[in-house]
């Protein structure tokens, strides 16, 4: 069935650090692509996305590009602030017959000053 | 613009009691609708999503059910709940088509 992969954390990193979080995935099909955000105590909030292969996704500094042929969307941001602390969760969503959405297990990120 | 709703936003609960967490939409019409579970320090586990009325599809068998009476509407329940029950309870909506799920803000669910 279809998975996805994430670097095992907690990943702490001091202020204006690069950050990398990979995640690889397994899909059947063609799936599209999503980085999602969970700050302390809230819910999830998308944080960027991609539909097909070589689209790269942008938002808030953070960027990722779906790669087919390593099946991976990994996401960097060239300077990661305090207020970056949080989970970062990859996922994906293949359309079937019906609308299915696969999470990977989430990376926590620690920024310090 | 939509919005989702969920509640209660913690909840406290015996074992064996029953359980019901309700969710809803506004602003859109046949959202496709979920219900994910976030255990402690891990990730999401989705537990049931829906397509339409009455459509529910279960992934992880359980003494969880949902249901889906009105369109905007997606309902959480348990007749008996137990220890491992526990965990922050997330529902979400999306336009069909692999397009991003919005989330609610949660429940957080013990059962002692």
């Known amino acids: 069935g279809d998975s996805v992969t994430q670097m095992e954390g907690p990943v702490t990193l001091s202020e204006e650090a690069f950050l990398t979080i990979n995640c690889t995935y397994t899909a059947t099909g063609y799936p599209s692509l999503f980085w999602y955000v969970q700050y302390p105590g809230e819910g999830l909030q998308l944080l960027l996305k991609a539909t097909k292969a070589d689209d790269k996704g942008s938002n808030k500094g953070f960027e990722a590009t779906y790669r087919k042929e390593t099946t991976s969307f990994h996401l960097e941001k060239g300077s990661v602030q305090v207020s970056d602390s949080a989970v970062y969760f990859c996922a994906l969503s293949e359309k079937t017959s019906y609308d299915k959405v696969i999470f990977g297990p989430g990376t926590s990120l620690s920024v310090i000053p | 613009s939509q919005t989702i709703h969920q509640w209660p936003a913690t909840l406290v609960q015996p074992v064996g009691s029953p359980l019901s967490l309700e969710c809803t939409v506004e602003g859109t019409s046949n959202p496709n609708l979920y219900w994910y579970r976030q255990a402690a320090g891990r990730g999401l586990q989705l537990l049931f999503y829906?397509?339409?009325?009455?459509?529910i599809s279960s992934e992880v068998p359980q003494n969880l059910s949902a249901s889906r009476p009105q369109d905007r509407q997606f309902i959480l329940s348990s007749k008996k709940l137990l220890l491992s029950d526990s965990g922050f309870y997330l529902c979400?909506?999306?336009?069909?088509?692999?397009?991003?799920?919005?989330f609610g803000n949660g429940t957080r669910l013990t059962v002692t």
């Open positions: 979400a909506w999306s336009f069909p088509g692999n397009s991003p799920l919005h």
């Open positions: 829906s397509v339409g009325i009455g459509q």
